[in-house]
């Protein structure tokens, strides 16, 4: 059973950082999708960043409004995946999820429908 528990949430000033985890069990596909998405109150839950492996090869894709300030990154050996968030605005607050799934033909990274297993989120809340 694949569970995915998100951490490291919190409230920050705008221009600070963050660093959510993301630790894995049960997951144990060679080629996959993780990633993050993240859900501002009243609007649809959007991807922020997604790791592709597929056989020995990796990608990472990030949201336009992310690139250059979030990096996604992950530790094979803990099983965890990570979202360093710096330069943190307040259109960046909202729940933030992990999600998994096997690699599949024809998958969007950004696609919410790609995604098998998500976690319960973690709030990241920023203030100016």
């Not at 959510?20 to 144990?28: D, E, H, K, Q, V």
């Not at 090869?57 to 300030?69: H, L, P």
């Amino acid at each position: 059973q694949v569970q995915l528990v998100e951490s490291g949430g919190g409230s920050v000033q705008a221009g600070g950082s963050l660093r959510l985890s993301c630790a894995a069990s049960g997951y144990t596909y060679k080629s996959y999708y993780m990633g993050w998405f993240r859900q501002a109150p009243g609007k649809e839950r959007e991807g922020v960043a997604a790791i592709i492996v597929y056989f020995n090869g990796g990608s990472t894709y990030y949201a336009d409004s992310v690139k250059g300030r979030f990096t996604i990154s992950q530790d094979n050996a803990k099983n965890t995946l990570y979202l360093q968030m710096n330069s943190l605005k307040p259109e960046d607050t909202g729940m933030y999820y992990c999600a998994a799934a096997p690699w599949k033909y024809g998958g969007r990274w950004y696609n919410e429908g790609t995604y098998n297993y998500w976690g319960q989120g973690t709030q990241v809340t920023v203030s100016s």
